[in-house]
């Protein structure tokens, strides 16, 4: 049996995104009393046409004119004011989101991929831009007026003048009760489709490159022909069983429904009273023609809103106060007194499966500490939870005798900076992307980093038109240029040449031992881990209950128990 709980319906607006509308509720109730005496005022131009029926002046009709002017005028006030506080609410809504996605821990950040993020960021913003903008307009055109209309019908005829309303209760019934289960069911699965085929259309636009050279492009071709096959049988589908059942509700809600009715009860009144059952029955029947609409409004804003108060309601990278002695002032500080970096029985498990297991590692400053170990032995999952990134189960990362969890946000990244390996780029200029770890820099020191990165490419080129090896270069460049007194790097020569990775890594050694630095690497190059001051070797281990448990085992030559708890080994060399 479902409990009390289960059968209550969803909230209006997702409870993460309240607070984000709160500073703006003032504005909008005003907006939504703007929206009523508009309302109001246009019925009281309504009530003024009956009377002039009976008593025509001059006077009459200039109050009936100024109450349509007063009406228009309060009703521009109303779009104003929503639409002002829905624009101040997308704004802070989309800062809101932006800084969530960036305080993601790097395991759930991997649930949202660009193309969704895209589509939380502008298609269900703008859904919720539609929900909350046209509210005030909606709700005194579907409440207030019919409401008041429905107060003078009474007054004027009795009960029986509500027999015009009948065409706006049947569509209204139809619109309420029929058409949102129908509408649902065929959107959800309309944008099921549409999602595939452009899923399809994005596999077969990539893969042109790969088919050309195989001759295999039927598998993409007939996912995407497949899909828009079942979009258009579900276009036509639609159509039968939600636009034809819709389009006689309207039918029912045209004029001459409503008027003939009318007629037929106010016919024995007199003129005014008939005059007035007729304007104040298409008062109230009219404003149902938007009840269709402003429902599919309502529906697509619940359901965005529902989306994005899911990713606000993700738990969020612990986060302090602190900033760390010298981050601020990098060149004079942190050159003289250096900053380690401390992992402190680490144990991180992802669905169940321990990927680090108490694991402590220790990188001195001024030195490089290379991280080796085979493919799923959890070497870029230890990078992310030194920067910080990567929630962990147990254990600690102090960072200069801090806690990476204690460090401000604001200033996280100037003090521990993770380049990830196929670390992508902005659509956006070299210099740009270089800005983007030291806002600050010059031209200057931004080529002086290209130098270092080994790329001789203009700062004005388009990042976007670059190689692989060349973004990862480009990202190699920003943390030549970053302030970060540590600097984690995942697989930084994984697509350089013999040469070039000698050159890079002498920089490396360079922002090491001359700079004051403290660099973690991630290799699978033997000869540099040999050339770092430190090595630590992560090994795979098989548990007879739980396969590929990766542990950190002894030097590259030894070996360790398969049961044992992952544990450091460093061979020191020589700077």
Not at 335 to 356: K, P
Request: hydrophobic share 50%; proline share 6%.
């Amino acid at each position: 049996m479902a409990t009390k709980n289960s059968r209550q319906r969803p909230a209006l607006l997702h409870p993460s995104l309240v607070p984000a509308l709160r500073p703006s509720m003032p504005a909008l109730l005003l907006a939504v009393l703007a929206a009523a005496l508009a309302g109001a005022t246009a019925l009281a131009a309504i009530w003024g046409i009956v009377a002039m029926i009976s008593e025509p002046s001059a006077g009459g009709v200039a109050w009936i004119c100024a109450a349509w002017v007063g009406a228009a005028l309060l009703a521009a006030a109303s779009s104003w004011l929503a639409h002002a506080v829905e624009a101040t609410f997308e704004a802070r809504l989309r800062r809101t989101v932006a800084g969530r996605v960036l305080r993601l821990p790097a395991e759930r950040l991997s649930d949202y991929p660009a193309d969704r993020l895209r589509r939380l960021v502008s298609d269900d913003i703008a859904a919720l831009h539609h929900m909350i903008a046209h509210l005030p307009s909606e709700i005194a055109a579907l409440v207030v007026v019919p409401a008041a209309a429905i107060v003078l019908l009474l007054t004027l005829a009795g009960p029986v003048a509500l027999l015009a309303l009948i065409p706006g209760v049947l569509a209204g019934g139809v619109y309420l009760a029929v058409l949102p289960p129908l509408s649902a069911r065929h959107g959800a699965e309309r944008g099921r489709v549409m999602g595939e085929i452009t899923t399809a259309v994005d596999d077969y636009a990539r893969g042109i490159h790969v088919f050309r050279s195989f001759g295999n492009d039927s598998g993409a071709l007939a996912t995407y022909t497949s899909a828009t096959e079942r979009f258009t049988a579900g276009m036509v589908a639609w159509v039968r069983r939600v636009a034809t059942p819709a389009a006689v509700a309207v039918a029912l809600l045209q004029a001459p429904a409503s008027f003939a009715i009318a007629y037929a009860v106010g016919a024995a009144n007199d003129t005014s009273t008939l005059a007035a059952i007729l304007l104040l029955s298409l008062a109230l029947v009219t404003p149902a023609l938007r009840l269709g609409h402003g429902l599919d409004f309502v529906a697509a804003g619940r359901a965005a809103g529902g989306r994005v108060g899911e990713l606000l309601s993700e738990p969020a990278l612990p986060t302090g106060g602190e900033v760390l002695a010298g981050v601020l002032n990098a060149d004079t500080v942190l050159a003289e007194t250096g900053v380690s970096i401390a992992a402190h029985a680490i144990t991180v498990r992802v669905n169940d499966r321990a990927v680090l297991s108490e694991l402590t590692l220790t990188a001195p400053a001024s030195s490089i500490t290379a991280v080796t170990g085979p493919s799923g032995a959890g070497k870029t999952t230890l990078l992310r939870v030194l920067a910080g990134l990567h929630t962990i189960d147990a254990g600690s990362v102090i960072v200069g005798g801090t806690s990476i969890t204690e460090i401000s946000e604001a200033t996280r990244a100037d003090t521990v900076l993770l380049v990830p390996q196929g670390v992508a780029v902005l659509a956006a200029t070299i210099r740009e992307n270089l800005l983007l770890s030291a806002p600050g820099a010059s031209d200057a020191e931004c080529a002086s980093a290209l130098s270092r990165a080994q790329l001789g490419a203009r700062l004005d080129a388009d990042a976007a038109t670059l190689s692989g090896g060349e973004r990862q270069r480009v990202a190699l460049a920003r943390a030549f240029l970053s302030p970060a007194p540590v600097i984690l790097l995942d697989e930084p020569t994984s697509a350089l040449d013999a040469a070039t990775t000698g050159r890079v890594w002498a920089e490396i050694e360079k922002l090491a031992h001359v700079e004051g630095k403290t660099v973690v690497v991630v290799t699978h190059d033997p000869e540099l881990a040999a050339r770092s001051d430190r090595h630590v070797a992560l090994a795979s281990a098989q548990l007879p209950s739980e396969p590929e448990l990766p542990a950190l085992g002894p030097p590259i030559s030894g070996s360790s128990s398969p049961s044992s708890p992952q544990h450091q080994s460093e061979a020191g060399t020589s700077a």
